[in-house]
């Protein structure tokens, strides 16, 4: 069976991928899988640049094919901020609720027809001869507080739209219908496929 290494350390992140990656057949493992291996440090100025960082590392450190993301939330409002510092929005060692907090500050007082936001995801393959990058994009409402226990990051405060829930609201199964994650993961398994994987 081929193998596919998900570039990250985050659960949440492994767990949407693999699900998503599981029509393919492949064995999914991710960065747990290799203890010894370090973070990446993400500093490049774009979600391009730290996807491929990521991607090749993995696969120049294990020779597996190898699969990486970077995601942002880009406010419109906020002139696309916080963008490629979504994840440490609120500092280096912030936590989700950290960052929505920030977020959600910054956000006071913005009227409703001001509040629209996009997330964007790229996500990097690399392997022996492979160096790809595709886009996955989503627009939607960010609301003025939280609402919903599942998914991730700015997932409770981000109303796709077309939609009445957050993702945060949605199973992992409805979220996996629409997020902009899982855009850009179906033009990655039309890559898969034309590669023979």
Do not use: C
């Amino acid at each position: 069976m081929k193998e596919i290494l998900l570039a990250t350390h985050n659960r949440y992140k492994a767990e949407e991928l693999s699900a998503l990656l599981a029509p393919l057949g492949v064995h999914v493992r991710s960065l747990n899988d290799f203890p010894q291996l370090q973070e990446t440090v993400e500093d490049q100025p774009t979600l391009e640049g730290n996807a491929l960082k990521k991607a090749r590392e993995a696969f120049h450190a294990t020779g597996i094919l190898s699969l990486a993301d970077d995601t942002g939330l880009e406010v419109f409002y906020l002139r696309l901020d916080p963008g490629v510092l979504s994840a440490r929005y609120a500092g280096k060692n912030a936590t989700y609720a950290d960052n929505n907090k920030k977020l959600l500050r910054e956000m006071l007082a913005v009227p409703k027809w001001r509040r629209g936001a996009q997330f964007r995801t790229i996500i990097a393959l690399v392997g022996k001869g492979i160096e790809h990058t595709v886009e996955g994009k989503v627009e939607g409402t960010l609301l003025e507080e939280p609402r919903g226990s599942n998914g991730f990051g700015y997932d409770p405060v981000f109303v796709p739209n077309g939609q009445k829930k957050t993702y945060a609201e949605m199973t992992l199964e409805e979220k996996n219908t629409l997020s902009h994650r899982a855009l850009a993961l179906q033009k990655v398994l039309t890559v898969l496929k034309n590669l023979g994987v």
